[in-house]
């Protein structure tokens, strides 16, 4: 946990400063075209852009909402993989706002969700998540109540293979964002 944490802050100062981490490259190795960094991209990040999505009423808010990123500017860094060449861990970083809508009303929020993160992508379809600042995070079983929620601060989520969330805080709060589009 200690080296995730230390791994966490170099990535935000980095993401702070407009830099990424430092890659290394293997002696006798070289880059393509497409690996080197070019105007707003650095080595190694690559375009992970978020989609729309809708959900039924009663799963996150009593309500059906529909979720819109308004800003993305997500990339994402393939940091280790499984030995089927499968993402392992990956992390993310950058901006974005997601526009979550009352689908019954029109009310909504938009939320700055623009927290870096490194996701470990288990065999068993479990995921664990260490994240720097603000995520939105959606519960339909796990240690929050059912919701929609903005989790700030430092904190880990594990997402267990039958979908099971767990939100651990270091530091932080969360916003309800069922309760601000009601």
Not at 2 to 7: D, G, K, P, S
Not at 54 to 80: T, W, Y
Not at 130 to 144: F, M
Not at 163 to 173: D, I, L, S
Request: aromatic letters at 6%.
């Amino acid at each position: 946990m200690r080296r995730t944490a230390q791994f966490l802050t170099a990535v935000a100062a980095a993401t702070a400063l407009g830099v990424a981490p430092a890659h290394a490259t293997p002696a006798g190795t070289t880059t393509s075209a497409a690996d080197r960094p070019g105007p707003g991209r650095a080595l190694g990040w690559e375009p992970a852009p978020s989609e729309p999505w809708d959900v039924a009423a009663g799963l996150r808010c009593d309500f059906a909402i529909h979720g819109e990123p308004v800003v993305d500017e997500v990339v994402q860094r393939v940091l280790d993989r499984h030995p089927d060449g499968s993402p392992k861990r990956v992390a993310y970083k950058g901006d974005l706002v997601v526009r979550v809508t009352n689908q019954e009303t029109g009310a909504f929020h938009d939320a700055d969700a623009s927290g870096s993160a490194i996701v470990e992508y288990r065999a068993d379809g479990s995921q664990f998540w260490s994240v720097l600042g603000p995520v939105l995070v959606g519960v339909g079983e796990g240690n929050l109540d059912r919701g929609m929620y903005l989790v700030d601060g430092v904190w880990t989520l594990l997402i267990s293979s039958s979908g099971h969330r767990t939100v651990t805080m270091a530091h932080g709060t969360t916003t309800d964002i069922c309760g601000l589009i009601d």
